[in-house]
Structures are given as C-alpha cells and as structure tokens.
C-alpha cells in the first residue's frame, strides 16, 4: 500500500482579510477555492484566523460537521443556538454544527487580536452533545511529549498536540489503518516523514500505518489530527 501525501504550504494558503478578521484557509472556503486545495475525507476547514479586538464575526456551516475551536492566543467567546460557549487557550471546544446553522464568534477583549484555528469534519452522525466535548490540555507541563486532547470512541477522529526542542525521531501510530494523518504546525519547524515542515504549514497523509517525525527547533508546537 504506497503512501499518498499532499503538502499545504503555509504562503499559499487563501487569504480573507477585512477590519474583522483575518482569515488564511488551508482548503477551500467561502469564496476561496483552488483546485490544488481540496480536502480529503472528513476534513474540510482548517483556518488560521485572527479576530479584531471586540469585533464578531458569523460562520455559516454549510455540511452537518465537528466544528473544533483552538484558541492559539486569548479567548473565543463562541454562541450557538443562543448557549454561549467560552474557551481558552489550552482548550479545545468541539461543537455539532449542523448545515445551515450559524455561530455567532466574537473577541472579548477590546483591544487585542484573538488567534484561533478552527477545523471542520463533515459527519453524519452526532453523539456527544456540545456541553461534552470542551477538553483541557496543558503542553507546557509535559514538554518533548504529544499530548492527546480529544479521544472518545463517541467521536470520529483523534487530536493530539504538543510542544517540542529537537531531539530523537518520535513514531505517531495510528489506531485505524483508514484513518488519515493531518499535522498542522502551529509554530516552529518540524521533519514530518522526511519532510520539512515550518510554521502554519500542513501536511495530510493517507493509506500509512505509522508516521515518523521530530523537532527542528526549539519551542516548536504540532497539531495532530487522525480522521477518517
């Protein structure tokens, strides 16, 4: 079974920008589209934004899905529905958006830019309700060690991060041979499978048992997610 892989450089991610926000799109989205940047499986969105100080901005969900919010910098105030939803950095908030449904995301502080990633899985199924699916995660207490966030038989992928300074190759197993492999890199550089990756740069992986990677720098940050 040979590897496929697709590398998502982070300078040729789509770029939304107005007084809001600041939105680079790691796959199609809204009026961004590129043929060389379809997504494959389940995930669909992976956006790098940044929210204005005080601002609010609506997303439209446009499948039934897994909506995950990761703060990188402050906090998301998040409603949906008319239930409000905060979250922190070092949390991750999963939410069941279903199509058609908007949630409401603001920037509580007046002054200063939230960053947040956001990722999209298409489902068809929702078994956790959204007060369920808030996980905490602390990197910083556990250095050079990939720390899994979210995993739950109730839910169709897994999510692992974790922060690092260069040392030995790390092997990521992956629990389901038709699960796929996406890292996403929050800052720092990594080698991915031989690759070179930097910061905001992906990489998706498929039809891989086993993925070998390992810091290039210090205080480098990965995103892990194995998905269908």
């Not at 995993?151 to 992928?157: E, N, V």
């Amino acid at each position: 079974m040979d590897i496929q892989e697709k590398i998502y450089p982070a300078d040729e991610r789509g770029l939304t920008e107005t007084s809001i926000v600041k939105r680079h799109s790691t796959f199609n989205f809204e009026k961004y589209y590129h043929k060389d940047k379809v997504a494959s499986g389940a995930l669909f969105i992976c956006n790098d934004e940044y929210i204005a100080g005080g601002k609010l901005s609506f997303f439209l969900s446009r499948e039934d899905s897994y909506q995950l919010f990761f703060p990188v910098t402050g906090r998301l105030d998040i409603v949906q529905n008319g239930k409000a939803f905060s979250i922190e950095t070092g949390q991750v908030q999963v939410l069941n958006a279903g199509k058609g449904e908007v949630l409401e995301i603001s920037n509580p502080y007046s002054n200063d830019l939230v960053n947040y990633l956001q990722i999209g899985l298409t489902t068809d199924l929702f078994l956790l309700r959204a007060g369920e699916m808030r996980f905490n995660f602390d990197f910083e207490k556990y250095p050079n060690q990939l720390t899994e966030i979210i995993s739950s038989t109730k839910l169709p992928f897994k999510l692992s991060t974790g922060i690092f300074t260069p040392q030995e190759e790390i092997t990521y197993q992956l629990q389901n041979p038709e699960n796929k492999f996406f890292c996403f890199i929050i800052d720092g550089a990594f080698e991915v499978e031989g690759r070179r990756l930097h910061a905001r740069d992906s990489l998706a992986l498929w039809n891989v048992e086993q993925v070998k990677w390992s810091a290039l720098s210090n205080h480098a940050i990965i995103l892990i997610l194995a998905h269908l």
